[in-house]
C-alpha cells in the first residue's frame, strides 16, 4: 500500500488478556521495526526485523511480548497476560534505507 | 537502551517567532533524522542528514549535523500554529545492514497564535 497500516487503531483489554496488533508494512520494505510510546514519552524500541535475518529482539520488555513477521511482510505483535503498565501506543515501521515511515499506530489500553 | 540528549524538553513560542532545538549525542552518527509528530499519529521525517557540516532546508526547516558528527540542529523560522507537535530527532551508528535508529526524547512545541 502507500503507507504503514496499522491495526486496530484502538484497543481495549482486560488485564490478564492477550492481545494481537498487527502492521502492514510499505511493499518492498525490507526492514519493519515495532516502538512503544507511552503517553508524553518518546519512543522504546521493541523489536526490529531485516529481511530473513534473525530478528533484534533486544528491546522487548519481558517474554510477554513477541512478534512475528510472516514471508518477509506483514507482522504481528502479541502481548501475552496484559498488564495495566503495557497501555501505550504501538507504532510500527518500515525501512527500505534509512528512513523510516510510521504508521498511526494501536491505542492500547489495559482496564 | 542508548538515546540522544535532545533540548529544549519543550517550548511555548509566539507565532511568528523562530525556534531552534538541538541534539547531542556521545557517539559519532552517520545519519541524522528529524522527525515531527502530531497527535494521533506517527512521526513523520522532516529532514535527513548525511554529511559532517551538512545543512539542508525544508520550507522553514533548516537542519544541520554537526561538524563532530555528535551533534543536529533543527531550526523553524516564522512559526505557525501548525507547527505544533513533538520533535524528535534520530541518528544511525552504524555500518552494514544494521538500521536501527537511536531516539531523542522530543521537543514538543506550542504555538501561540
Known amino acids: 500500500g502507500a503507507g504503514v497500516s496499522q491495526s486496530p487503531s484502538n484497543k481495549v483489554t482486560e488485564k490478564g488478556k492477550d492481545v494481537e496488533l498487527r502492521c502492514d508494512p510499505i511493499?518492498?520494505?525490507?526492514?519493519l521495526y515495532w516502538y512503544r510510546q507511552r503517553l508524553g514519552q518518546g519512543l522504546e524500541f521493541l523489536i526490529y526485523?531485516?529481511?530473513?535475518?534473525?530478528?533484534?529482539k533486544s528491546g522487548l520488555p519481558s517474554d510477554r511480548f513477541s512478534a512475528e513477521r510472516t514471508g518477509g511482510s506483514v507482522s504481528t505483535l502479541t502481548i501475552q497476560r496484559t498488564q495495566q503498565e503495557d497501555s501505550a501506543v504501538y507504532l510500527c515501521?518500515?525501512?527500505?534505507?534509512?528512513?523510516?515511515?510510521f504508521g498511526s499506530g494501536t491505542r492500547l489500553t489495559v482496564v | 537502551g542508548q538515546q540522544l540528549n535532545q533540548s529544549p524538553q519543550s517550548m511555548f513560542i509566539q507565532e511568528g517567532e523562530d525556534v531552534s532545538m538541538n541534539c547531542t549525542s556521545s557517539?559519532?552518527?552517520?545519519?541524522w533524522l528529524w522527525y515531527k509528530q502530531e497527535p494521533g499519529e506517527g512521526p513523520v521525517l522532516l529532514i535527513a542528514?548525511?554529511?559532517a557540516g551538512e545543512l539542508t532546508s525544508n520550507g522553514r526547516l533548516t537542519a544541520q549535523f554537526g561538524i563532530t558528527r555528535k551533534d543536529s540542529f533543527l531550526n523553524i523560522s516564522a512559526s505557525i500554529p501548525s507547527d505544533v507537535g513533538i520533535y524528535f530527532c534520530a541518528g544511525m551508528d552504524n555500518a552494514g545492514n544494521n538500521r536501527k535508529l537511536i531516539w531523542g526524547l522530543g521537543t514538543s512545541l506550542a504555538v501561540n497564535p
Open positions: 515501521a518500515s525501512s527500505r534505507s534509512w528512513s523510516y515511515t
Open positions: 557517539s559519532i552518527f552517520n545519519t
Open positions: 526485523f531485516q529481511g530473513n535475518s534473525a530478528p533484534d
Open positions: 511493499s518492498g520494505h525490507t526492514a
Open positions: 542528514l548525511y554529511k
